[in-house]
T-cell receptor, first 115, second 112 residues
Framework: EAGVTQFPSHSVIEKGQTVTLRCDPI?????LYWYRRVMGKEIKFLLH????????ESGMPNNRFLAERTGGTYSTLKVQPAELEDSGVYFC?????????????FGPGTRLTVT | AQSVAQPEDQVNVAEGNPLTVKCTYS??????LFWYVQYPNRGLQFLLK??????LVKGSYGFEAEFNKSQTSFHLKKPSALVSDSALYFC??????????FGTGTRLTVIP
């Protein structure tokens, strides 16, 4: 069974540019999460999809971030326009169902550097 | 509000010695606690979790963790460290919501 995959693994862009990150969850997992780790800090929740619907987007930092999950399969996270403070590692995770007993499976992350 | 503290940024231990990576939490309600590990250039891997029941939970790669409600702690332990255990370890908690709250991570270095 393939794990969670993310693309690209690294992205270096200039301030003001646009970047789109992609996440492919484990097949059959309805729940998809985005998290971000800024250098040296904790990993912070961004948002949660259940299928194609946004269940919780309370962690999205501002309206420069747009997440989509059309068709309830893969998800994209677009940052437009990027700012320096957006640099960090963006993780995607998926889980089979809701509830505490279902662990989240994480992808390798996308390292975003905004210069 | 939920929060997780990992008081040590770095833990060094000699190979073969026991290791402990500390984690304390603050939540309202019953906590569900998790440990994840990140090896270089890899994603977060699930190690173990505490949901309910026995306070000592066993996980992957010989790791275990002890839930202590009175001290609000969930320390990760292993009786005998391996060089291959060197990695970044994250403690996480969730309650009613489905998202995880993570600590800042502890880098474990096992010295040969």
């Amino acid at each position: 069974e393939a794990g969670v995959t993310q693309f690209p693994s690294h992205s270096v862009i200039e301030k003001g540019q646009t970047v789109t990150l992609r996440c492919d969850p484990i097949s059959g997992h309805d729940n998809l999460y985005w998290y971000r780790r800024v250098m040296g800090k904790e990993i912070k929740f961004l948002l949660h999809f259940v299928k194609e619907s946004k269940q919780d987007e309370s962690g999205m930092p501002n309206n420069r971030f747009l997440a989509e999950r059309t068709g309830g399969t893969y998800s994209t996270l677009k940052v437009q326009p990027a700012e320096l403070e957006d640099s960090g590692v963006y993780f995607c995770a998926s889980s089979q169902a809701l509830g505490a007993s279902y662990e989240q499976y994480f992808g390798p992350g996308t390292r975003l550097t905004v210069t | 509000a939920q929060s997780v503290a990992q008081p040590e940024d770095q833990v060094n231990v000699a190979e073969g010695n026991p290791l402990t990576v500390k984690c304390t939490y603050s939540v309202s309600g019953n906590p569900y606690l998790f440990w994840y590990v990140q090896y270089p250039n890899r994603g977060l891997q699930f190690l173990l979790k505490y949901i309910t029941g026995d306070n000592l939970v066993k996980g992957s790669y010989g790791f275990e963790a002890e839930f202590n409600k009175s001290q609000t702690s969930f320390h990760l332990k292993k009786p005998s460290a391996l060089v291959s255990d060197s990695a970044l370890y994250f403690c996480a908690v969730k309650t009613g919501a489905n998202n995880l709250f993570f600590g800042t991570g502890t880098r474990l270095t096992v010295i040969p």
